[in-house]
């Protein structure tokens, strides 16, 4: 079945540096989302990537969806300590939104 | 909007013991799904379902049923609760036809088999 990897698992910066987390499919995606997970919260949706070569910002975020369409990066310009948590990718099965494989996440702490 | 809400916050079981963990949506979406988070890791899909009356396996549907007799409610079942599957569950929904297809997760249940 399909595979979803993340690294680095754990991160950890001093606030004010940047942070970047990948993520790898074992095969092709339709599409790739990406959550956030506060500590002791549940994921919430950030952003959804669909086309090949695809790139999104939002604010301090830029998410970025590789040309074969399997792979995906989430940088973070400036880390704030509000940055803290979790952040999973999760690779959508195109046929059924329902059913979707995420990546064991990358956990980021930020030193003030 | 409650949005997604799951009952109970949190569960203790002895072993051999069963229970039903209850997720509900108000928002009208067809697509609802079943995750367990184990510390340090991802979400694992235990089972999902497309719409009233229809539901299939994930990748770890063992030790877990469903129905979905409604689409408001999904409720797993638990059958005969084991240590291995002291996790966070987590429910989703998700509104089916337009995308992107935003997963909306409850709170979670925490439960704990000794």
């Known amino acids: 079945g399909q595979q979803v990897m993340q690294i680095p698992q754990y991160q950890h910066v001093q606030e004010g540096e940047d942070f970047t987390t990948y993520c790898n499919s074992s095969?092709?995606?339709?599409?790739i989302q990406w959550y956030k997970q506060r500590p002791g919260g549940h994921p919430v949706f950030l952003i959804q990537l669909v086309k090949s070569g695809e790139v999104k910002k939002q604010k301090r975020l830029t998410f970025q969806f590789g040309e074969a369409k399997k792979n995906s990066s989430l940088h973070i310009t400036a880390t704030q300590t509000t940055d803290v948590g979790t952040y999973f990718c999760?690779?959508?099965?195109?046929?059924?939104?329902?059913?979707?494989?995420f990546g064991d996440g990358t956990t980021l702490t930020v030193k003030p | 909007n409650a949005g997604v809400t799951q009952t109970p916050k949190f569960q203790v079981l002895k072993t051999g013991q069963s229970m039903t963990l209850q997720c509900a949506q108000d928002?009208?979406?067809?697509?609802m799904s079943w995750y367990r988070q184990d510390p340090g890791m991802g979400l694992r899909l235990i089972h999902y379902s497309v719409g009233a009356g229809i539901t299939d396996q994930g990748e770890v549907p063992n030790g877990y049923n469903v129905s979905r007799s409604t689409t408001e409610d999904f409720p797993l079942r638990l059958l005969s609760a084991a240590p291995s599957q002291t996790s966070v569950y987590f429910c989703?929904?998700?509104?089916?036809?337009?995308?992107?297809?935003?997963?909306?997760f409850g709170p979670g249940t925490r439960l704990t088999v000794t």
């Open positions: 989703a929904s998700i509104p089916a036809g337009t995308a992107p297809y935003e997963q909306y």
């Open positions: 928002m009208n979406h067809e697509y």
């Open positions: 999760a690779g959508l099965d195109n046929t059924n939104a329902g059913k979707s494989t």
């Open positions: 095969t092709t995606l339709s599409n």
